[in-house]
């Protein structure tokens, strides 16, 4: 089975024709001319000495930030904008770089390569800062050069042409707001035009007037009339086929668990392949602030958090599709050798592609429950949403929005929601917060004027026959009572259930169908001498990782960390299949 390797950036060591930075070769550099003695023999110490091949990476964007100097070679510039790569700028021996995100406080503004083999010095950014105070000439020259990158920044960014995705389609309309959804979940640059928005209504295309909506008009001037996520898909750049037919590691699912099994299943050399029937990040990725997640102190969004796991695992290899999910799997004839085969699903003429894998991992996290009321099926996608989706935000300015369900999914919405609507009102059927949702949101609600708390009551019924229009609210105290609510936007976060029922009947499944792994597998449904891996199922070689898992702590961390031992424990089941 082919493996991706990933080209290690060598720190140069030293040898009979090679010596590493001296005091001296920072005197020759106009840009350190005039730093004193001291502070260079103090830089040459401290200094990194990296060695490039050619085509190798220095840095890619986002990358955490450094100094550097270009020692002996040639570095292009590349740059993401308006979804497309550009090179704006190339450096020579003797330039310095790398000070905008260090003095900015951010991620790398920009990717370096090196086009021909070449030797750089690297200071990390306690050095970078150390130097700056030494030396005011140093500082002065930073300075300029800063002044002149964001200028560059600035232009390219007002003189690339915009290629955004056009969607013509009333708020009213759920194909629409799926579409909408689906775009914005999947990173891909789109304005949306409402027909019912007189303002936006004049920038619609006369030429797609007449056409029944939704309709998505392409950057090249393309016109898709109502089309299928996976039709989208295809046309706005995003992977909907596997590109091999056998693969090391089939990854069914793409939120936090799935995503982290993808990249470190790739990174660390194996085929992987990760399969997400909507958008990566899975309910995390709709998340509008993850405050709780280690190393952000100031948090991030949980769609913000998704497009940088997608793009650490396509950086490694992985091959990721989307609009796809597995219809069945369906195990070796061997327990514990041979490949199982993966079916996705297919309409016309896709008609099932059916995938060789020599692992799989389980990482389709669960599905939110259905409101069980009369007419809320109906009334889904036209005022009932489940879940936060986060273009449904502006939609709600000036309103009063209510939302049911205690967890943090639903304390983040309100979060969200409350910089948008007039009131946010959360529905809690039980007596106080604390038992289903973190301390730290519980703090932020009570200081929000505009989000109401209202314990111990619940939705009874929902009013409207083409949209939603109003609630009925039962007050449970000791003198029940229900109130009549008026409002046309109501979020659902009352749970979520694992949908499994398309796994072999092979694979353990516990009443309520998440998968049992590790020593919670019967006995009697094992079928080797060894016993299972930590998060084997009771199928040797499909592993489960994240909320579909029996007893699996519900939070992003739990999923990233279970999803990484997974591809550990891939690893093992791996080696003991070559043992024989």
């Known amino acids: 089975m082919h493996r991706r390797r990933q080209p290690v950036i060598p720190i140069c060591l030293p040898t009979k024709d090679f010596k590493l930075i001296t005091s001296e070769d920072l005197r020759q550099l106009p840009f350190f001319a005039d730093l004193d003695p001291a502070g260079r023999e103090e830089l040459a110490l401290v200094a990194a000495d990296v060695c490039l091949n050619a085509g190798d990476w220095l840095i890619q964007e986002g990358d955490t930030a450094a100094f550097f100097v270009l020692l002996e070679g040639r570095l292009e510039v590349r740059k993401e904008t308006a979804g497309a790569e550009h090179v704006i700028n190339t450096y020579l021996p003797g330039e310095a770089f790398g000070e905008v995100p260090l003095l900015l406080g951010s991620g790398a503004v920009a990717s370096l390569r090196a086009q021909q083999n070449s030797r750089v010095m690297r200071l990390e950014a306690t050095d970078f800062h150390a130097l700056m105070a030494r030396s005011d000439a140093v500082a002065s020259r930073v ?12 232009r390219l960014a007002v003189e690339t042409p915009q290629t955004v995705t056009l969607l013509i389609g009333s708020r009213a309309e759920p194909d629409c707001s799926g579409l909408r959804d689906f775009l914005a979940r999947n990173q891909v640059a789109f304005r949306w035009l409402d027909p019912e928005e007189p303002a936006l209504a004049a920038l619609i295309p006369l030429e797609v007037t007449h056409l029944p909506q939704p309709v998505v008009v392409l950057p090249g001037g393309a016109v898709l009339t109502r089309p299928s996520l996976r039709e989208l898909a295809a046309q706005v750049g995003l992977q909907v086929h596997p590109q091999r037919s056998e693969y090391d590691v089939v990854i069914l699912g793409g939120g936090p668990a799935g995503l982290a099994a993808a990249v470190y299943g790739a990174s660390e050399g194996l085929c992987t ?201 039962r007050h449970n105290t000791p003198h029940a009572q229900e109130e009549q609510i008026e409002t046309d936007a109501l979020f659902v976060f009352i749970g979520a259930d694992a949908r499994t029922d398309w796994l072999p009947g092979a694979l353990a499944r516990d009443e309520r169908g998440y998968v049992l792994t590790g020593t919670a597998v019967p006995a009697g449904d094992w079928p080797l001498k060894r016993d299972p891996l930590l998060l084997e199922t009771s199928v040797p070689g499909i592993f489960a990782a994240g909320d579909v898992r029996h007893e699996s702590i519900k939070r992003v961390a739990s999923g990233v960390g279970e999803g990484s031992m997974a591809v550990a424990l891939v690893h093992h089941y791996l080696g003991l299949q070559q043992q024989g």
């Open 143 to 154: 300075l300029r050069n800063m002044t002149r990158r964001v200028g560059d920044l600035q």
């Open 273 to 473: 392949l990760l399969v997400e029937k909507h958008a990566p990040g899975g309910q995390a990725g709709t998340s509008s602030r993850i405050e709780n997640y280690l190393g952000f102190p100031t948090g991030l969004s949980g769609d913000d958090l998704s497009a940088r796991a997608l793009r650490q695992a396509r950086r490694f290899g992985a091959e990721v599709v989307t609009t796809r999910e597995a219809v069945a799997v369906t195990p070796s004839g061997t327990p514990g050798k041979g490949c199982h085969v993966v079916t996705l699903d297919g309409n016309g003429e896709d008609g099932g592609e059916r995938l060789e894998a020599r692992t799989v991992i389980v990482s389709t996290g669960v599905e939110w429950r259905p409101l069980p009321l009369a007419g809320a099926r109906a009334l889904s996608g036209r005022g009932v949403w489940y879940g936060a989706a986060r273009t449904e935000a502006p939609g709600t300015r000036g309103k009063d929005v209510y939302l049911i369900g205690g967890g943090n999914s639903a304390g983040q919405a309100a979060m969200h929601f409350s910089g948008y609507a007039e009131r946010v009102s959360l529905l809690i059927r039980g007596p106080s917060l604390e038992a289903s949702m973190s301390q730290y949101l519980i703090a932020q609600l009570s200081g929000k004027a505009n989000v109401r708390v209202c314990l111990n009551c619940e939705v009874v019924a929902l009013h409207g026959d083409t949209h939603l229009t109003g609630l009925t609210v």
